[in-house]
Structure formats: C-alpha cells, structure tokens
C-alpha cells in the first residue's frame, strides 16, 4: 500500500507517518530527503532523528527517490519519505530550473520531469508499504517571485499526482487527520 500524508508546516504530518510506520509490523526503513545545509536545518534533522524508533533503518536521498525506493523496497519493508517537499526543492536547484524561473524563462527541466514522473511511475509498481510526507502549500497566497510560485506550481502538481496512484491520502491539520482517499 501507498500513502500520501500532507498538510502544512508544523501540522503533525511527520508524527502521524512515523505512527504509521511504527504500527505497520514491518521494518521500518526512513528515506530522508533533506540536507544538513545550515545549522537550523541540522537542529530539524536531529530532532525528526531523536522521534524515530532506535532500531529503523535510515537512508539520505537528495534527490534520486525512485531509484532508493526500488532499491530498498520489499515485501516485508515499511519505507517513509519525509518529506517530498524538501525534495522536489533539491530538484529544482540541481538541474535547470530555478536558473530559468529567475531568469524569467519558461521552465524546460528534464532533471526535475524525468524525477517525478519516474516517482509517479514507479511507486505503484513497489512492493510492500511505502508512506511519503509531503507539505501543502497551496493553501496560502500566491508567491511574489518567478521561482517561488514555480515551487507551489510544482509542488501542487506533485502531490496531485503521487496522490492519485496511492491507495490512501491523509490531510494533517493541527494534529488532527482527515482521510480524503
């Protein structure tokens, strides 16, 4: 089974993807997507780490997710991504496109398209429980930069699609999960 966890910052998402994977009796294996970058980013890191289950694996994937999940899933295997978000971000910065939104050029970034629709492509395909996070940030106001709404673009169009091939879909908010699929 797939699963898409959403919701805004702050919102419990990672708690309640953590609880699930807990809960899955399967090894646990946690495919983080962010990088230690600056010192706030490693305080977030080590805090998600503190939360984790001692005994879960751990994986660091920048940037080639369908690639690390075929890898590591399996049957008996509960893999959780957090977050898409962080990594749709690390996209746009390693290929072409935050160069071409910033520039005000229309955005033709094989490296972000190939990564996604290989996301898209691949997570029916896998076997075992796959839990992704991912925030929702179209629920505010439109960005002021080419490149911050290039980011909401993307990322709305994101979740669209990795919800659609998942079997369940979750919105997080203060805590509370609502269950849209």
Known sequence: MRELIIGG????????AERRASESGLRVIYVATALALDAEMSRRIEQHRVRR???WGLVVEPLELAATLHRYAAPEVCLLVDCLTLWLSN???????????EAG???HCQRLAGATQALVDRL???????ILVSNEVGCGIVPT???????????GRLNQRVAAVCE?????????PLTLK
């Open 168 to 176: 369940r879909v979750t919105l997080v908010a203060a805590g509370l």
């Open 145 to 155: 930069t080419p490149l911050s709404r290039l980011f909401a673009d993307e990322h």
């Open 53 to 55: 289950c001692p005994e």
């Open 9 to 16: 910052a702050r919102s419990g998402k990672s708690v309640l």
């Open 105 to 107: 050029e229309a955005v």
């Open 124 to 130: 029916p395909k896998l076997p075992g429980r796959v």
């Open 91 to 101: 996209l746009l910065f390693a290929g072409e496109a935050a160069n071409q939104a």
